[in-house]
């Protein structure tokens, strides 16, 4: 393979061309890690205004949410928030039945 020969002239020009698109790129990353810092000192100067520890008074006050549910049958609880009450399971006199209704169907089909 035979090597040829550039002109100068045309060596400079892509070198100067390299610099300035290297001077582009360096501005770039520097600008772009010195944003990446400004965002996380934002953030954590936006989450420092919130007030996570409860300061200790001498006066404490106390709120309780009860919320009193039942129990659908299906063993699905749906409920907004808070302590949960189940108390006596509505449905268990009716799932009762159904079990003895079942029972009898499956006795009833196994003597035929």
């Known amino acids: 393979m035979e090597s040829k020969t550039v002109p100068y002239l045309v060596h400079e020009g892509c070198l100067a061309r390299d610099e300035r698109v290297i001077k582009r790129l360096v501005i770039a990353l520097v600008l772009t890690i010195v944003l ?39 063993g699905i609880n749906i409920y907004g928030g808070g302590d949960v009450n189940y108390g006596a399971d509505d449905n268990s006199n009716e799932d009762d039945n159904k079990d003895s209704n079942y029972q009898e169907e499956i006795k009833e089909t196994e003597e035929r």
């Open 36 to 74: 990446m810092f400004a965002s996380n000192g934002i953030w954590l100067y936006a989450w420092m205004q919130y007030d996570y520890v409860e300061e200790t008074t001498s006066e404490t006050t106390t709120t309780t949410t009860t919320t009193n549910t039942t129990q659908d049958g299906e």
